[in-house]
């Protein structure tokens, strides 16, 4: 893949979050190796790297984090660990919630990975100073419990692999998910992210949910996937000055 033609999926991921509030690509289109997927999932979706959540919820889940620091000098980005990973308040779970830590800038294709996916932002909306949160998981049935929002600036789900069926990502107006209760219309987007697939959405402008894993006859499911989140400025940076 040529850098001209990542620019231009660039340019068109742009168009479609200022058009729509989301947009779908994939790995090859932005620029990422034909074996990126292939590695990245051979060295991080394993049982060294992934714990099961603490509280289980959703059941079977294994996931490890990791937040960056990063500054965008005009094209230009800087990128660095931020120094905590704590989810707070966040899925309808209040509270401070600690994950298993992977410094994934310790590698230069995770790097890659952060740098491209970083880009999707259109230039625009990119903070000068910001984080950005790094979520692997592997889900084997639920995905989710509920449409939510995560309260961050855009969410980014890119999905490595999957066994079975199901697993429909759906963005709904938020006006139309109660608090509690079930959606009251139809998503504005339900669709099965193939491996190699990305979504870029604004988290503000959608709650988002997926439909559970279905399991092949006579097979466990398995799903692994990356979900990240552009935070605001007071997820981690409300007090504290750049460098």
Partial sequence: MSDDSASTALVGIWEDLANQGYALTNDGAIGLPEKFRM????TYFNDHILEEDPEGRPEGRKRARDVIRYQWRDDDLDVQEHDKITIT????????RE???VELL????????????????????????????????????????SPHHDHEKYCVIYVLDRVGE???????????????GEPTEEPVLRHQLKPGQIIIFEDERFKH???????????????DVVVCTVDHQGTYLATKPAH
């Fill in 106 to 145: 310790k590698d230069r294709e995770a790097e890659e990975l952060i740098r491209v996916l970083l880009s999707l932002v259109p230039p625009g909306e990119r903070q000068t100073d910001g984080t950005f949160g790094v979520n692997l998981f592997r889900t084997v049935k639920e995905i989710v419990t």
């Fill in 99 to 101: 994950h298993s830590r």
């Fill in 166 to 180: 199901g697993a429909e990502t759906e963005l709904y107006k938020p006006e139309d998910v109660p608090d509690q």
């Fill in 209 to 223: 949910s997926a439909t559970p894993l279905k399991p092949p006859p006579g097979e466990t499911a398995r799903r």
């Fill in 39 to 42: 590695n990245f999932g051979q």
């Fill in 89 to 96: 308040d966040r899925d309808g779970r209040p509270g401070h």
